[in-house]
């Protein structure tokens, strides 16, 4: 096992063809530098999935939330491959009034709140054709262009 800091990963240049981050960007203080670390260890064509909260609970530990237009602008090195909305306004409703219950002891509606929701959020989303806008999360999946790629970008 390894263990380092997200800002300067212990891995060589173009180590990996995939890179998984699931909620745990919002964690870090400055994500621009671990997306420019996980650029940097990514070979060319490789993925990086990403999957961020948006409207969801704060947990302490919450440096930031991102909107679609702010993945799209730390990504931006980046091919988008897809950019879903995984738990759409259901999950939003639903964590919502878990946490009114919860305040009220009514705790144990938890579980089939929550079932719901998601059971919801899958049998609607599968019609959205864009990021929704009142989503709980966004799961984006990139690709680190070539060097073939960025070369034309930059004579462009």
């Given at each position: 096992?390894?263990?380092?800091?997200?800002?300067?990963?212990?891995?060589?240049?173009?180590?990996?063809?995939i890179v998984v981050s699931k909620d745990s960007?919002?964690?870090?203080?400055?994500?621009?530098?671990?997306?420019?670390?996980?650029?940097?260890?990514?070979?060319?064509?490789?993925?990086?999935?990403?999957?961020?909260?948006?409207?969801?609970?704060?947990?302490?530990?919450?440096?930031?939330?991102?909107?679609?237009?702010?993945?799209?602008?730390?990504?931006?090195?980046?091919?988008?491959?897809?950019?879903?909305?995984?738990?759409?306004?259901?999950?939003?409703?639903?964590?919502?009034?878990?946490?009114?219950?919860?305040?009220?002891?009514?705790?144990?509606?938890?579980?089939?709140?929550?079932?719901?929701?998601?059971?919801?959020?899958?049998?609607?989303?599968?019609?959205?054709?864009?990021?929704?806008?009142?989503?709980?999360?966004?799961?984006?999946?990139?690709?680190?262009?070539?060097?073939?790629?960025?070369?034309?970008?930059?004579?462009?």
């Amino acid at each position: 096992m390894i263990v380092g800091d997200a800002h300067r990963l212990p891995f060589k240049d173009l180590s990996f063809n995939i890179v998984v981050s699931k909620d745990s960007l919002e964690h870090f203080s400055q994500p621009w530098v671990v997306i420019g670390e996980v650029h940097r260890v990514l070979k060319d064509g490789g993925q990086f999935i990403i999957w961020v909260p948006f409207m969801h609970p704060f947990h302490r530990d919450d440096f930031y939330r991102y909107s679609p237009l702010g993945l799209e602008h730390l990504l931006s090195d980046f091919e988008i491959i897809s950019f879903e909305s995984p738990l759409w306004v259901f999950t939003v409703v639903g964590t919502a009034l878990i946490e009114a219950l919860k305040r009220a002891h009514l705790g144990f509606m938890e579980r089939p709140i929550k079932q719901s929701s998601e059971w919801l959020d899958r049998r609607f989303t599968r019609h959205q054709k864009r990021p929704a806008s009142f989503a709980a999360a966004y799961r984006v999946v990139v690709a680190k262009r070539g060097k073939e790629m960025r070369s034309r970008e930059k004579d462009l």
